[in-house]
């Protein structure tokens, strides 16, 4: 599903009340805010007061030398307030932009990094990370630029028209006809770039998410030689989005031709009232050149306001989106009001009665009433065929789900009553496909406990059989190991993943085909070290390769997500059935026994 098929989904009314929601972002700075609201106004004001100098510049050309230098003197005064006042607005505004945006991403990223895999199964990284950016970077644009100068240029238009009345009553009359000719086109073609701004911004995310995707599987997309076809994909995706930001621009661009046209068209049309009144005697040149300063001043605000009302709306349609991830329900939350782990922690797992579907296949049980209590030191096998429930069974641990039904226990406490960083601190966690940061290999060991020292991190990596590979690397334990750990073979990457988990030193153990990708001598290595790890633990192992499980204290079969039968490997292949036949086909090559 794109990004544009996802958001067809949401209410159409796109408004730039949306902006509402930087309130909160913005409440700790109302300091800032009132100061560069002061020297907003100020420089408005000393704006508005610049053509009054101006006329009395005019006026009086003829009045004598001396009268003539204190005008000049006070315009230049003026001038000087302006420059200052502008320059404190900026440096607020721009500071304050920078503030909030910092503050959103941050926000935005604690959030995402707590929600549950049920969020990433509706939407792609690769849009997360458009929104922590691209729309975070309009938002910056607006309340770090854009709202400032709309705000002093209302004050401008407002002023204006208030001084332009005073002027000459009779040619803001004929000014205030042209107004609405110009707002018209604003809010009718306002709203068709509106559209078209969010229209961009989700071709934008859907861009960023396939990039994201085609690079994070580089090297498969390479071997299945299907270059061309991602290229095709990524472009067409990509013109998508430029035929959406080629329709923006052209109506922004129509949009600014038609204003603009007719606020000068206006303005001309004024002017030859006013040369004629001129000529008439009915007013002065001072008064005239500072009339035609402020119909300037007042046509130039409504010109920027309408190219800023377009940035406007881009940066509510980014508020929109930044505001829907952080209102997000998640499935998992923590509970308000948490019990504590019993202390010490003995690691004494129930499941009881347990039915689960993942939220994108709800009609189809991965889990169908799995009761299953795993002693506290006890190491326990869970076997069976791919789609059986066994690594389904270690997310829910996890808590990275809740269950449909039943309950999932840890020393008597269910998990949905503690907060998920209470009890996952007891739990070790070697993963299947194995995590590796762009970070050194010091670093990627000691990411299982950030306060161990170098000796604890060298001593798990001799336990898991990595640090003779580590040791060769150019720099030992300080190497880089690049983006995904790139320098690594599938084993290398497993066995950091193993010595992660044993600096962990946590009371459970969950290993997720730990050893999968290992040669037949490391497998033996870290399969020593996992067994002594695993003493006094309670262990959990999913495995295909049966031989890693045979010495186990208990093995659980599972099909379906039903478990099938229970026992010791010998006992189980005694009994016949599914683990029997999985032994026969793996330990004979498919021969009968």
């Known amino acids: 599903m794109t990004a544009i098929d996802h958001n067809e989904e949401r209410a159409k009314s796109r408004r730039v009340g949306a902006l509402r929601g930087l309130v909160p972002f913005l409440a700790p700075y109302r300091l800032t805010i009132v100061a560069a609201g002061v020297a907003l106004v100020a420089t408005a004001a000393v704006s508005l007061v610049l053509p009054i100098a101006v006329r009395r510049v005019v006026d009086g050309f003829m009045d004598g030398a001396e009268l003539l230098d204190a005008y000049f003197a006070a315009a230049l005064g003026i001038a000087a307030l302006f420059a200052v006042g502008s320059g404190v607005r900026f440096y607020l505004v721009t500071r304050l932009g920078e503030r909030v945006v910092a503050d959103i991403r941050k926000t ?69 006809l ?8 604003i809010v009718v073609m306002g709203r068709r770039l509106r559209r078209l701004s969010r229209e961009t911004q989700d071709w934008i995310a859907a861009s960023s998410g396939n990039a994201s995707e085609a690079l994070l599987a580089v090297q498969t997309v390479q071997a299945f030689t299907h270059e061309d076809p991602s290229r095709r994909r990524f472009a067409e995706i990509t013109e998508a989005s430029f035929d959406a930001t080629r329709r923006r621009i052209a109506t ?141 069974i270690l997310q829910l ?108 030193d946590a009371p459970v153990l969950i290993l997720d085909e730990a050893t999968s990708a290992l040669d037949a001598e490391s497998e033996r290595a870290v399969q020593q070290a996992v067994e002594r790890l695993a003493r006094g633990r309670t262990t959990l192992v999913v495995a295909h390769r049966l031989a890693t499980v045979k010495q186990a204290d208990r093995i659980v079969v599972l099909d379906r997500g039903r478990i099938v039968a229970t026992g010791t490997h010998d006992v189980l292949v005694a009994e016949g059935g599914l683990y029997a036949r999985l032994a026969r086909l793996q330990f004979t090559g498919g021969r009968a026994a």
Do not use: C
């Open 252 to 392: 922004r661009a129509a949009m600014t031709v038609i204003v603009i046209f007719l606020a000068f068209a206006g303005i001309l049309g004024v002017l030859w009232v006013g040369a004629n009144d001129v000529r008439a005697g009915a007013m002065t040149p001072g008064e005239l050149v500072q009339f035609v300063i402020y119909a300037v001043m007042v046509a130039g605000s409504v010109g920027a306001l309408s190219e800023i009302w377009g940035e406007v709306q881009r940066a509510a349609g980014a508020t929109e989106r930044l505001v829907e991830i952080l209102n997000t329900a998640d499935t998992v939350t923590d509970p308000p009001r948490p019990v504590a782990l019993p202390v010490p922690v003995r690691g004494d797992i129930r499941f009881e009665d347990v039915h689960f579907a993942y939220p994108t296949r709800p009609g189809q049980a991965a889990l169908d009433g799995v009761t299953l209590h795993v002693r506290p030191g006890e190491t326990v096998a869970l076997v069976g065929p791919s789609g059986a429930g066994k690594s389904t």
């Open 108 to 176: 935005l990223f604690d959030r995402v990094l707590g929600l549950s895999p049920a969020f990433y199964e509706r939407m792609m990284t690769g849009e997360v990370l458009s929104r922590l950016t691209t729309d975070t970077t309009l938002i910056l644009s607006v309340v770090g630029s854009s709202i400032s100068v709309a705000l002093r240029n209302a004050l401008i238009l407002v002023g204006g028209l208030i001084l332009l009345a005073l002027t000459s009553l009779k040619l803001t009359g004929l000014v205030m």
């Open 397 to 504: 641990l996890l808590r990275f789900y809740d269950p449909d039904r039943g309950r999932i226990l840890l020393d008597g406490t269910d998990l949905r009553d503690m907060t998920r960083a209470a009890f996952r601190r007891h739990l070790a966690l070697v993963p299947q496909d194995p995590v590796i940061f762009a970070a050194s290999a010091r670093e990627n060991i000691r990411f299982g406990r950030p306060d161990a020292t170098d000796d604890e991190v060298e001593a798990a990596a001799r336990a898991a059989a990595a640090h003779d590979f580590i040791a060769a690397l150019p720099q030992g334990y300080d190497t880089a190991l690049g983006e995904r750990g790139m320098l690594l073979s599938g084993g290398q990457k497993q066995r950091i993943a193993i010595a992660r988990a044993i600096l962990r």
């Open 178 to 185: 042209i107004v609405p000719a110009v707002i018209v086109p």
